[in-house]
């Protein structure tokens, strides 16, 4: 059963760095992801397609503040010099042949 | 530019019926899978339903197997989700979404549109 996992929460200084972590349920290490964004009141917004070897392509519009990394069933995503509006939930999403599943989410909050 | 329109939600009692609709525009719609995906108030995201660039495959999350069917008119750019015996916990925003990439029927979502709200309320 394809799960992913997230941590509820994270916060950051204005400027800084923060590194957001979906894990890959055991048996599915393999397995591509994306990442998305939900600021307040807002529909989502697709940042990245991340491959388990670490390559990925961002999506249209989207700065390379935001990068992907991988590392075994771990998939990183990396926000470089923190805006106001980065404040938002940032949820992953794998999929397996017939099923799509979403992470919980990750709160951003922006110091 | 690509886009995304729902419409169709509303507030409806529960075992009701209700479509929903989603315009597309500024890609070729019959070359992409397609996908709903709903948040209920507060919660997180929660895939419903796919299907696939042509109308041939269509998948749909457990919960709604049987209660709900998503179609698509690709004469009209316009991919449909026809909902039957609503339920409280049916209550949700409900976005349509774009695959990435043409002809693949399991992909990331590229594209998302603003959303249309369904309450399910007696």
């Known amino acids: 059963q394809l799960v992913l996992t997230q941590s509820p929460s994270v916060s950051a200084s204005l400027g800084a760095s923060v590194k957001l972590t979906c894990t890959l349920s055991?048996?599915?290490?393999?397995?591509?992801i994306a990442w998305h964004r939900q600021q307040p009141e807002k529909g989502p917004r697709y940042l990245m397609k991340?491959?388990?070897?670490?390559?990925?392509i961002n999506g249209d519009g989207i700065p390379d503040r935001f990068s992907g990394s991988s590392s075994g069933a771990e998939r990183y995503l990396t926000i470089s010099s923190l805006q106001s509006d980065d404040e938002a939930d940032y949820y992953c999403q794998s999929w397996v042949t017939g099923l799509h599943v979403f992470g919980s989410g990750t709160r951003v909050t922006v110091l | 530019q690509v886009q995304l329109v729902e419409s169709g939600g509303g507030e409806v009692q529960p075992g009701r019926s209700l479509r929903l609709s989603c315009a597309a525009s500024?890609?070729?719609?019959?070359?992409?899978?397609m996908h709903w995906v709903r948040q209920a108030p507060g919660k997180g995201l929660e895939w419903v339903a796919l299907i696939s660039y042509d109308g041939n495959t269509k998948y749909y999350e457990d919960s709604v197997k049987g209660r709900i069917t998503i179609s698509r008119d690709n004469s009209k750019n316009t991919l449909y989700l026809q909902m039957s015996s609503l339920r409280p916990d049916d209550t949700a925003v409900y976005y349509c979404a774009k695959g990435v990439a043409p002809r693949v029927i399991h992909d990331a979502f590229g594209v998302w549109g603003q959303g249309t709200m369904v309450t399910v309320s007696p």
């Open positions: 991340l491959n388990s070897d670490g390559t990925y």
């Open positions: 055991s048996g599915h290490s393999s397995y591509a």
């Open positions: 500024g890609f070729t719609f019959s070359f992409y899978g």
